[in-house]
């Protein structure tokens, strides 16, 4: 499993992760279906430390994100893990618009006192800066889900460094081929691995990656105390998804684009929320720190809730469901789920924009729109 440092990104992700090429050897790893080894390796005895498998995608993610990646059963549970890290009554600042599921964990601890979770309006360094004092943990979202809020992530790793904090970025939109946290001073880079990494919307997974060895180690330790390795299927899937994600990230990226600009001009769309368009607030600010503006466009339908669902409902390409980052396209109103906060407009639409030709999905939304 061996790559060159000196490979373009888009090389790394096809040929790191591979057994030795000797005679008569498999290009990918097989699926291991085993629970338990037989003694003598000491990297290999029981599964839930890890199998060849685990260590064939980590290497290819660790390569992409510039440091040391461990890969999880899901998104969610890369959070518990690096919360685990923190001690008791710990400080974390937090988005208060982020992905509901890691809002609803934080707050969770907050309310038995296992941590105490300071939300703030990441877009704004200053109240960035102002909740900092004293705290453990700055976990950043960028964009964030689904308001497209851009948090100036070198100017949190300044804060951070100074109050003695780690820096937690949540990577999922971007990926690592579009946005590195870890190259912009971040401890931890995230992902749902499940959304774009993986790619086709059959794999439930995450990852953690950190330039940090002994930051890794705590890491995998805590998956291996959590229970969170991922199984065996999924993680082949995974990286077998992986070898594809700088062409798909590149198709889809320009389908993204395409449609928010064909958005911004029709009647019905009272606002389009992409950082790939100059209009948005903080595109300057995205495009400094990223490579590109990923595959996720929210807009905001005019009408009543009845309306914007029904224009979810009449799409016939656009597949009516949530997640994000399979080569399908998919679209939802998101206020339809009770955790997303009140600052989410009713009649947000969240577009998950795939492969599929630009004026076919286009003519699907434009009609879903008009009907």
Request: hydrophobic content about 40%.
């Given at each position: 499993?061996?790559?060159?440092?000196?490979?373009?990104?888009?090389?790394t992700?096809?040929?790191?992760?591979?057994?030795?090429?000797?005679?008569?050897?498999?290009?990918?790893?097989?699926?291991?279906?085993?629970?338990?080894?037989?003694?003598g390796?000491?990297?290999?005895?029981?599964?839930?430390?890890?199998?060849?498998?685990?260590?064939?995608?980590?290497?290819?993610?660790?390569?992409?994100?510039?440091?040391?990646?461990?890969?999880?059963?899901?998104?969610?549970?890369?959070?518990?893990?690096?919360?685990?890290l923190?001690?008791?009554?710990?400080?974390?600042?937090?988005?208060?618009?982020?992905?509901?599921?890691?809002?609803?964990?934080?707050?969770?601890?907050h309310?038995?006192?296992?941590?105490?979770?300071?939300?703030?309006q990441?877009?704004?360094?200053a109240?960035?800066?102002?909740?900092?004092?004293?705290?453990?943990?700055?976990?950043?979202?960028?964009?964030?889900?689904?308001?497209?809020?851009?948090a100036d992530?070198?100017?949190?790793?300044?804060?951070?460094q100074?109050?003695?904090?780690?820096?937690?970025?949540?990577?999922?939109?971007?990926?690592?081929?579009?946005?590195?946290?870890?190259?912009?001073g971040?401890?931890?880079?995230?992902?749902?691995?499940?959304?774009s990494?993986?790619?086709?919307?059959?794999?439930?997974?995450?990852?953690?990656s950190t330039r940090?060895?002994?930051?890794?180690?705590?890491?995998?330790?805590?998956r291996?105390?959590?229970?969170?390795?991922?199984g065996?299927?999924?993680?082949?899937?995974?990286?077998?998804?992986?070898?594809?994600?700088?062409?798909?990230?590149?198709?889809?990226?320009?389908?993204?684009?395409?449609?928010?600009?064909?958005?911004?001009?029709?009647?019905?769309?009272?606002?389009v929320?992409?950082?790939g368009?100059?209009?948005?607030?903080?595109?300057?600010?995205?495009?400094?720190?990223a490579?590109?503006?990923?595959?996720?466009?929210?807009?905001v339908?005019?009408?009543?809730?009845?309306?914007?669902?029904r224009?979810?409902?009449?799409?016939?390409?656009?597949?009516?469901?949530?997640?994000?980052?399979?080569?399908?396209?998919?679209?939802?109103?998101r206020?339809?789920?009770?955790?997303?906060?009140?600052?989410?407009?009713?009649?947000?639409?969240?577009?998950?924009?795939?492969?599929?030709h630009?004026?076919?999905?286009?003519?699907?939304?434009?009609?879903?729109?008009n009907a």
């Open positions: 499993m061996t790559h060159e440092t000196s490979w373009h990104s888009e090389t992700a096809v040929t790191a992760g591979r057994p030795p090429h000797v005679p008569g050897a498999p290009v990918n790893y097989p699926i291991g279906v085993s629970t338990t080894f037989s003694a390796d000491s990297a290999h005895a029981y599964i839930r430390e890890g199998s060849t498998g685990t260590e064939a995608l980590e290497q290819v993610l660790g390569a992409l994100e510039g440091g040391h990646a461990v890969v999880y059963s899901s998104g969610i549970a890369t959070v518990n893990a690096v919360v685990d923190l001690p008791g009554g710990a400080i974390v600042v937090a988005p208060n618009h982020a992905y509901p599921g890691t809002n609803v964990r934080l707050r969770e601890l309310a038995v006192g296992r941590l105490v979770v300071r939300e703030v990441i877009d704004d360094p109240a960035v800066e102002a909740a900092a004092d004293g705290a453990a943990l700055l976990w950043l979202e960028s964009p964030t889900n689904p308001l497209m809020e851009v992530i070198r100017a949190a790793v300044a804060v951070a100074r109050v003695g904090a780690l820096v937690a970025v949540d990577n999922t939109f971007m990926s690592p081929v579009r946005q590195s946290p870890l190259a912009l971040a401890d931890i880079s995230m992902h749902s691995a499940t959304k990494i993986s790619g086709h919307s059959d794999a439930l997974i995450g990852s953690l940090d060895a002994d930051l890794a180690a705590k890491l995998r330790s805590r291996t105390m959590q229970g969170t390795l991922p065996a299927l999924e993680t082949f899937l995974s990286l077998r998804g992986l070898r594809t994600l700088h062409i798909r990230t590149d198709r889809a990226e320009a389908n993204a684009l395409e449609i928010a600009q064909r958005l911004e001009s029709h009647p019905r769309v009272e606002k929320l992409y950082v368009l100059e209009s948005h607030p903080h595109y300057e600010r995205h495009m400094s720190q490579d590109g503006s990923g595959a996720v466009v929210c807009f339908a005019s009408g009543s809730v009845e309306d914007v669902e224009i979810c409902a009449s799409t016939r390409l656009w597949t009516h469901a949530t997640s994000l980052g399979g080569v399908e396209s998919t679209l939802e109103r206020r339809r789920w009770p955790a997303e906060p009140d600052a989410t407009p009713e009649g947000l639409i969240r577009l998950s924009v795939g492969i599929e630009v004026d076919d999905l286009w003519a699907d939304l434009n009609q879903a729109l």
